[in-house]
C-alpha cells in the first residue's frame, strides 16, 4: 500500500515561489509514476505535471501547457519524495494541489488523467495574492 502525504503548500504572494513536497511509501518507489494535479472548489481536478521512471536513472517529464515554464516536477528517489517546484505564482495558481502515484511504468506515454493512478495524497493548499 502507498501512502501519499503533501506538504510545502501555503499564502504567497503573486511572483514568489513555491516548492511542494510528497512524501511516500512504498517498497520500489523509484519506479512509481508521479503525477501532481490541482483543483480549485466547483471545478475538476486538473492534471499539472508528471514524472514517469525509463529505466536506470532516467526519468520522462511533461507538464500541461499552461505551466510549461514555470513548474518543474523532480523526485528524490533517496527520500521517497516527490517535487513540484512552483516559480512566478500567479493568482490563478490558487488551488489544492494534490499528489498522485501509480506502479505502472509507462515509459513516454504521459499518464495525465485522474484514473491513472491508484493511489492520492489528501492535498496541500496554494493561495496565492495579487
Known amino acids: 500500500q502507498v501512502q501519499l502525504v503533501e506538504s510545502g503548500g501555503g499564502l504567497v504572494q503573486a511572483g514568489d515561489s513555491l516548492r511542494l513536497s510528497c512524501a511516500a511509501s512504498?517498497?520500489?518507489?523509484?519506479?512509481?509514476?508521479m503525477g501532481w494535479f490541482r483543483q480549485v472548489p466547483g471545478k475538476e481536478r486538473e492534471f499539472v505535471a508528471g514524472?514517469?521512471?525509463?529505466?536506470?536513472?532516467?526519468?520522462?517529464?511533461y507538464y500541461v501547457n499552461s505551466v510549461k515554464g514555470r513548474f518543474t516536477i523532480a523526485r528524490d528517489n533517496a527520500k521517497n519524495t516527490p517535487y513540484l517546484q512552483i516559480n512566478s505564482l500567479k493568482p490563478e495558481d490558487t488551488a489544492l494541489y494534490y499528489c498522485?502515484?501509480?506502479?505502472?511504468?509507462?515509459?513516454?506515454?504521459?499518464?495525465?488523467?485522474?484514473?491513472?493512478?491508484?493511489?492520492w495524497g489528501q492535498g496541500t493548499r496554494v493561495t496565492v495574492s495579487s
Open positions: 498522485a502515484a501509480t506502479a505502472i511504468a509507462t515509459g513516454s506515454r504521459e499518464r495525465a488523467r485522474e484514473n491513472d493512478y491508484d493511489y
Open positions: 512504498g517498497p520500489t518507489f523509484s519506479r512509481y509514476t
Open positions: 514524472i514517469n521512471w525509463m529505466g536506470t536513472d532516467t526519468y520522462y517529464r
